[in-house]
């Protein structure tokens, strides 16, 4: 079936099952690594991409799902100052390990800031608790989204207007 859609503000149409799950298409037809698959049962979010505004997992999206939508993955992201800011909060604060889910935490950290701009440390927590990540035992991850909330909060607050 034609699946067409935007991605990463760019339209693209694609033949494809309808059943096949956005995670492979972004994966293997867009080439877009940044998108993983940890569980892939919509558990881990390491495959997080934001569509029409919300954080959802991939691999649980049907390819068809998406027609007429809009879907971010990181490399949307990169040529962002939100990206640059939560990039460089996640270097300063330690919160890069082996980085397998550090695409998905900033996605969940861009999705979370664009909705509260001055998010507690619960706020936090919700807000990454669909994301796992085995090596940081997630204080450095806070920490970086705390830091990226206070310096950032021209950005955060201008887009959440």
């Not at 099952?17 to 867009?30: A, E, I, S, T, Y």
């Not at 996605?107 to 807000?127: F, H, K, Q, V």
């Amino acid at each position: 079936m034609k699946i067409s859609f935007n991605l990463n503000n760019k339209y693209v149409e694609i033949e494809a099952p309808g059943v096949k799950r956005l995670l492979d298409v972004l994966r293997d037809d867009f080439k877009l690594t940044g998108v993983k698959e940890g569980c892939g049962q919509g558990e881990c979010g390491a495959c997080a991409v934001i569509i029409d505004g919300k954080l959802i997992n991939s691999c649980c999206v049907p390819a068809a799902n998406v027609i007429g939508s809009k879907v971010t993955t990181i490399e949307g992201l990169r040529d962002t100052r939100e990206f640059e800011l939560l990039d460089q909060c996640f270097k300063e604060a330690g919160a890069v390990q082996c980085g397998f889910c550090i695409p998905a935490m900033i996605m969940a950290s861009y999705a979370l800031l664009n909705e509260n701009s001055t998010p507690t440390e619960d706020d936090i927590r919700r807000g990454i608790s669909g994301n796992i990540c085995r090596c940081t035992g997630y204080n450095m991850i806070i920490d970086a989204i705390k830091l990226a909330s206070e310096r950032g909060r021209d950005i955060w607050r201008a887009l959440n207007r």
